[in-house]
């Protein structure tokens, strides 16, 4: 009993020291890889960098403790960072408080929902998500999140469009514009150093060492090159009126949006009264408000956008200040400092004293020292229900993504895994993560890998993996200040290269053309829909229960004759000749209220197409369950053939059919002697009756009267 409450308390049944070791050497070399990823994936998900070492110190240890598998390393990955920042994205602006503060609450729901699953030994309901649009997914989720990164790569800016790719466009219009080629040269670098060294050695923790030796170069060049200015240093008039026109632009928004809040506080006041006039009049107020904020958001979208595509030269004063010209606009007699200088611009208003002009890289910046408050994170009703169906969604993707590898792990070490336990561990993971201001996780393939290719024995080993990020968030966060963005972009960019799968869209095509099309459909939507990734799920998994349901309506209805070697085989696929006065009928599938009406419209139509019939042999292997329609349509079915002149009767009923026969009285209608137990029987018994009138026709089952009666 404590065991199915305490499942890590198994591991220690033959555990010894050599085991310790082993553990302890997993978990060290998994952090190592762990920390620098964990970092790019937070800010893929659109939070500051250390929010993915908060992420990296609870959900490791309490999923490994709690779960079935003993290998599996939880933490963040790619495509639940990036369902992450495609949920919250409306909600907030990345980054800031309300947008951290969302993160941690969507954490604590998809926890919920895969404890309640687990609990309510509910894992199949992962099912849902087929493979083919799970694969079609995933090669999108890889592309996106891969172009996401592109403008750390090349060191520009751009806010987000409504579509992923117009997003793209505008971050490859601005590297026309101006690229920043020490930032390019740095991420190039970082994905040398980590291409070239899996290449020499798997078991070098490559990305560690990219990380290590790119944050070295970053700090001993002075890679980031920042300092603030007041709006008078900037010695072009166009420009500065750039930033007034938009601090008032950015000014404006708040008040507006605090107006448009309590007008909504009005329009539901209005309806829970039933004022019709007041409906009116809040919804047109909601409405005005609603135009107004889209006019001034587009107006400091383009004054920001003005802005950014500024591009000055510093020329050092008598003083050591600098004054910042317009690149073509430098007077004659002046030298400048040999940079090119940028304002960096936000969504907020720029403070006009403290312009922060960027003349070099950006790297992660502070992170703060010590572990995150421990806290339950604010409950918001209205907050919860917008994210809900995301909730829903990260849990059955993420879940699915951890299964999978534990399945894959658990094949090579022959370890038994639990589903149900898993989701439990999972949902722990991410709930008690939440108090420690993590966003969503799930197992990560690399860093699982990493794990059993060091020798975890057992989850101890994560444990150990989340002590090491304990001590680099208490003693060494100062580190990793001069850590380029760029580098941490080479670091996700390299990590979602192995999502790629375009053999999954063949393989799936070769079994079955429909999951060929439902996952490249799947494809095109996510990457069409994106950042709304979300619909390109939905239409996956609509697709794929339309292909169910029109499959269970229309199950595979086979005519079987006897082919050369002796087998009965189907008619139409194999070319055969049928008995002139026999059929036998095969229905594959279980039958039930949306599909009994198929199996009786194919019987009627080949008895009117057939002439000369006398017996229909139902070879009900295949009904492997009936329902009352099913049931009610065979007995309709028996007293339709008959009136015709024809008998019917059945063989290979399976004891869940035949119980519902005895139940329903269905056995009186047909006759006990019209059932037999095998077809070969079936056919002996009715053969000689059926071709009474003409013995000597030629009926390719005689082979089988003939090897039964041997």
């Given at each position: 009993m404590l065991v199915k409450v305490f499942p890590f308390l198994a591991w220690f049944k033959n555990y010894d020291k050599a085991s310790l070791q082993l553990d302890a050497l997993s978990g060290l070399t998994v952090a190592l890889v762990l920390i620098p990823q964990s970092m790019a994936y937070a800010q893929l998900a659109g939070l500051p960098a250390y929010y993915g070492l908060y992420a990296s110190f609870l959900p490791p240890m309490i999923a490994a403790l709690f779960g079935s598998s003993r290998q599996l390393a939880t933490g963040p990955v790619a495509v639940v960072s990036l369902m992450t920042s495609a949920s919250l994205a409306p909600l907030a602006t990345a980054g800031s408080p309300g947008y951290i503060a969302y993160a941690v609450l969507l954490a604590l729901m998809v926890g919920i929902f895969q404890l309640s699953l687990g609990i309510l030994r509910l894992g199949l309901v992962v099912n849902f998500l087929s493979h083919p649009v799970v694969n079609g997914f995933t090669n999108a989720a890889a592309i996106i999140i891969a172009s996401s990164q592109l403008s750390k790569m090349f060191g520009v800016y751009v806010d987000t469009a409504p579509h992923h790719y117009e997003t793209i466009i505008n971050v490859v219009k601005g590297a026309i514009h101006y690229t920043h080629w020490p930032t390019l040269f740095m991420g190039v670098f970082a994905f040398g150093i980590m291409y070239g060294l899996?290449?020499?050695?798997?078991?070098?923790?490559?990305?560690?060492?990219?990380?290590?030796?790119?944050?070295?170069?970053?700090?001993?060049?002075?890679?980031?090159?920042?300092?603030?200015?007041?709006?008078?240093a900037i010695e072009s008039p166009q420009i500065r009126q750039l930033i007034q026109k938009f601090n008032t632009a950015a000014a404006s928004v708040p008040p507006l949006a605090e107006e448009r809040t309590r007008i909504g506080e009005t329009l539901s006041t209005a309806k829970q009264s039933h004022d019709a006039i007041g409906v009116l009049d809040a919804t047109h107020d909601v409405d005005v408000a609603n135009v107004n904020i889209a006019r001034l958001q587009a107006d400091a979208h383009r004054f920001r956008e003005e802005i950014r595509a500024a591009l000055l030269t510093g020329v050092p004063q008598a003083d050591g200040a600098l004054k910042f010209y317009p690149q073509d606009a430098i007077p004659a007699g002046m030298k400048s400092d040999g940079r090119t200088w940028r304002i960096k611009v936000g969504n907020e208003p720029l403070v006009t004293t403290k312009l922060k002009m960027m003349g070099g890289g950006a790297v992660v910046g502070t992170i703060p020292k010590g572990l995150p408050s421990m806290t339950i994170p604010p409950i918001n009703i209205g907050v919860m229900l917008h994210l809900l169906p995301f909730a829903a969604i990260i849990s059955l993707l993420g879940f699915m993504e951890a299964i999978s590898i534990a399945k894959a792990m658990a094949s090579k070490t022959g370890q038994r895994l639990d589903p149900n336990q898993e989701l439990i561990g999972q949902g722990l993971g991410n709930m008690l993560g939440a108090i420690g201001k993590s966003y969503p996780t799930s197992g990560s393939f690399s860093r699982s890998a990493v794990?059993?290719?060091?020798?975890?024995?057992?989850?101890?080993?994560?444990?150990?993996?989340?002590?090491?990020?304990?001590?680099?968030?208490?003693?060494?966060?100062?580190?990793?200040?001069?850590?380029?963005?760029?580098?941490?972009?080479?670091?996700?960019?390299?990590?979602?290269?192995?999502?790629?799968?375009?053999?999954?869209?063949?393989?799936?095509?070769?079994?079955?053309?429909?999951d060929g099309a439902i996952s490249i459909i799947?494809?095109?939507?996510?990457?069409?829909?994106?950042?709304?990734?979300?619909?390109?799920?939905?239409?996956?998994?609509?697709?794929?229960?339309?292909?169910?349901?029109?499959?269970?309506?229309?199950?595979?209805?086979?005519?079987?004759?006897?082919?050369?070697?002796?087998?009965?085989?189907?008619?139409?696929t194999h070319g055969l000749d049928e008995c002139p006065y026999v059929t036998l009928v095969r229905f594959d599938g279980p039958l039930f209220f949306a599909n009994a009406s198929y199996l009786e419209d194919t019987i009627t139509e080949m008895i009117r197409t057939k002439e000369g019939l006398t017996h229909i042999l139902i070879v009900a292997n295949g009904i492997n369950d009936m329902d009352s329609s099913g049931e009610e349509t065979l007995s309709l079915l028996v007293d339709?053939?008959?009136?015709?002149?024809?008998?019917?009767?059945?063989?290979?009923?399976?004891?869940?059919?035949?119980?519902?026969?005895?139940?329903?009285?269905?056995?009186?209608?047909?006759?006990?002697?019209h059932i037999f137990p095998t077809l070969e029987k079936g056919i002996?018994?009715?053969?000689?009756?059926?071709?009474?009138?003409?013995?000597?026709?030629?009926?390719?089952?005689?082979?089988?009267?003939?090897?039964v009666e041997a």
């Open positions: 899996k290449w020499l050695s798997p078991r070098i923790p490559n990305v560690l060492v990219a990380v290590v030796i790119t944050t070295t170069i970053s700090w001993a060049m002075g890679f980031q090159h920042d300092q603030t200015a007041g709006i008078d794990n059993l290719q060091a020798g975890a024995v057992t989850g101890l080993s994560s444990v150990f993996t989340s002590m090491a990020v304990l001590i680099a968030l208490l003693f060494f966060t100062p580190l990793l200040y001069h850590l380029p963005q760029a580098v941490l972009a080479a670091v996700i960019m390299m990590a979602v290269i192995g999502l790629v799968n375009v053999s999954g869209f063949i393989h799936a095509w070769k079994a079955k053309w429909y799947s494809f095109i939507c996510t990457m069409v829909f994106a950042p709304h990734l979300d619909k390109g799920i939905m239409v996956g998994v609509v697709l794929s229960l339309g292909v169910f349901l029109y499959k269970s309506m229309r199950p595979r209805v086979v005519f079987l004759s006897r082919s050369e070697d002796e087998e009965l085989r189907c008619v139409t339709r053939v008959r009136s015709n002149g024809i008998d019917i009767s059945m063989c290979g009923v399976n004891e869940a059919v035949m119980e519902v026969f005895d139940r329903t009285h269905f056995l009186a209608k047909i006759g006990e002697d002996v018994a009715i053969h000689e009756i059926a071709h009474e009138n003409d013995p000597d026709a030629n009926c390719p089952l005689l082979n089988a009267c003939r090897l």
